[in-house]
């Protein structure tokens, strides 16, 4: 079946250092993947899409990487800051409606 | 001001009790979907809608039901046959339901905490 992995674990860096974090998939191939972000007791809130064919994108200090060949997906933030504190989720089409599968989500922490 | 709205925000039921939470959207989106979202787990599918007066079972549907009457509106009933339905519920909304070549992020709602007493 198809799963998604993000690293549970919560990653703690000091502002303006760069974020990176990962969302690993199996037994996919997907058009895209897409990235959203979710404060406490909030909706997720979209982030970035970036498409099979494309490598990169960037948006402002966000960059994401898409490598069809390893199955993962890297997520970063420049320049962090305390604002930036918030869970990360990945999620990945699947059937063939536009149903989303959504990894646990990465808890990111910035500190002073 | 476009956008999805839910209610209540919290929710209390009493075991054996049927309960609606309530999705409106008024962004003119094809698609809805209805999420649970327990600690440390992802975000499950209970039910979606492709279109009006159409939906799907999503992954745990047992135990909810779902109405799409209009357009912007998706309420969700959590029945008294949902073993364990505390849970922070999202309600989602794209473009578009069908995928072909349509890449559609999702618009979320603040979300329904639900607590069973």
């Known amino acids: 079946s198809q799963k998604i992995e993000q690293n549970s674990e919560a990653l703690n860096i000091q502002e303006g250092k760069t974020a990176t974090l990962t969302c690993n998939y199996t037994n996919y191939s997907p058009a895209y993947l897409q990235w959203y972000r979710q404060d406490p007791g909030r909706g997720p809130v979209f982030l970035l899409l970036?498409?099979?064919?494309?490598k990169e994108k960037r948006k402002e200090r966000l960059k994401v990487t898409f490598d069809t060949t390893l199955k993962q997906s890297l997520f970063h933030i420049t320049a962090s800051q305390p604002a930036d504190s918030a869970t990360y989720l990945c999620?990945?089409?699947?059937?063939?409606?536009?149903?989303?599968?959504f990894g646990t989500g990465t808890r990111l922490q910035v500190t002073l | 001001d476009g956008g999805i709205t839910q209610s209540p925000k919290y929710l209390f039921r009493k075991e054996g009790q049927n309960v609606t939470l309530s999705c409106e959207q008024n962004?003119?989106?094809?698609?809805m979907y209805w999420y649970r979202q327990d600690p440390g787990q992802g975000l499950r599918l209970i039910y979606y809608?492709?279109?009006?007066?159409?939906?799907q079972k999503g992954d745990i549907a047992e135990g909810y039901s779902v109405s799409r009457e209009k357009k912007e509106s998706f309420p969700l009933t959590v029945t008294s046959a949902q073993k364990n339905p505390t849970a922070f519920y999202l309600c989602a909304s794209s473009i578009t339901g069908w995928a072909m070549n349509v890449y559609n992020e999702q618009f979320f709602g603040p979300g329904t905490r639900l607590t069973v007493l």
């Open positions: 970036i498409r099979e064919n494309e």
């Open positions: 962004l003119n989106h094809d698609a």
């Open positions: 999620a990945l089409p699947y059937g063939t409606a536009s149903k989303l599968t």
């Open positions: 809608s492709q279109i009006v007066n159409d939906f």
